[in-house]
């Protein structure tokens, strides 16, 4: 079946950066869905990080990221990437790639219905 897969985290320390990586596999692709990213920190809830649209015409991000973070894709590669600067230690989370459960969908914010999702990749900064 299909499924997404986050790569890139690592352990870092304040102000370091690092790009997380999601892929599909499987035999259906997802190049032409909206996708996003998003953390989870122990004891807290799922939070929305970034979103962009299926062409990558569009992007939104969480205030707590602007400025920092950078959410791409590459949809020759099936690919989307979430390039993340000046790092601080209340970005310590799983970080979680999801995708549209539709294909096209115009989006004017990240408020969609996400239908599939990757398994996390740890993202850690130290002070």
């Known amino acids: 079946q299909v499924q997404l897969v986050e790569s890139g985290g690592g352990l870092v320390q304040a102000g370091g950066s690092l790009r997380l990586s999601c892929a599909a596999n499987?035999?259906?692709?997802?190049?032409?869905?909206?996708m996003g990213w998003f953390r989870q920190a122990p004891g807290k809830e799922r939070e929305f990080v970034a979103a962009i649209s299926w062409n990558g015409g569009n992007t939104y991000y969480a205030d707590s990221v602007k400025g920092r973070f950078t959410i791409s894709r590459d949809n020759a590669k099936n690919t989307v990437y979430l390039q993340m600067n000046s790092l601080k230690p209340e970005d310590t989370a799983v970080y979680y790639c999801?995708?549209?459960?539709?294909?096209?969908?115009?989006?004017?914010?990240?408020?969609?219905?996400?239908?599939?999702w990757g398994q996390g990749t740890q993202v850690t900064v130290s002070s």
């Open positions: 499987g035999h259906v692709a997802f190049s032409n869905h909206a």
């Open positions: 999801a995708a549209d459960s539709v294909r096209y969908r115009d989006i004017n914010n990240a408020n969609f219905e996400y239908g599939y």
